[in-house]
């Protein structure tokens, strides 16, 4: 998957999140689990596009581990939304898929990353 599709695919799950935040209780529950899944969700997409203007092979492999970061946290909170029942269930779940893949492919690309690190470091 080429950085601009990941890039999409990361602006478009946070507008996804900005969707599901719109139709949270507005209850300090509702809130709190809105405003925090909002930051995180904003944070992995604006992160990522520090990884594209990573400065060393070191520092892309730094910022995936921020992105991926951010991602797990939204998953936690998208997790906490689900299990008290709060938000509409098909769009949370769809979320979490969503979120899910995309911390699979956040991994796999720093885990590629590292391992041609460590070639570049041996030859």
């Known amino acids: 998957m080429k950085g601009n599709d990941i890039q999409d695919r990361l602006i478009d799950f946070a507008v996804g999140v ?3 935040c719109d139709e949270l209780p507005k209850t300090f529950v509702g809130r709190h689990l ?9 944070a992995g997409a ?36 689900e299990k008290r029942g709060i938000g509409p269930h098909e769009q949370v ?18 885990k590629t990353a590292e391992v041609n690190a460590k070639k570049e470091r041996m030859s």
């Open 18 to 20: 900005m969707e599901l």
């Open 34 to 42: 809105g405003e925090q899944l909002f930051r995180a969700s904003t």
């Open 46 to 81: 604006a992160n990522y596009a520090e990884v594209r203007g990573a400065e060393s092979r070191n520092d892309f492999i730094h910022k995936l581990g921020v992105v991926r970061k951010e991602l797990n946290e939204c998953l936690v909170w998208l997790a906490i939304l």
């Open 93 to 110: 779940a769809a979320l979490c898929s969503e979120c899910d893949e995309l911390c699979r492919i956040i991994a796999a690309s720093r």
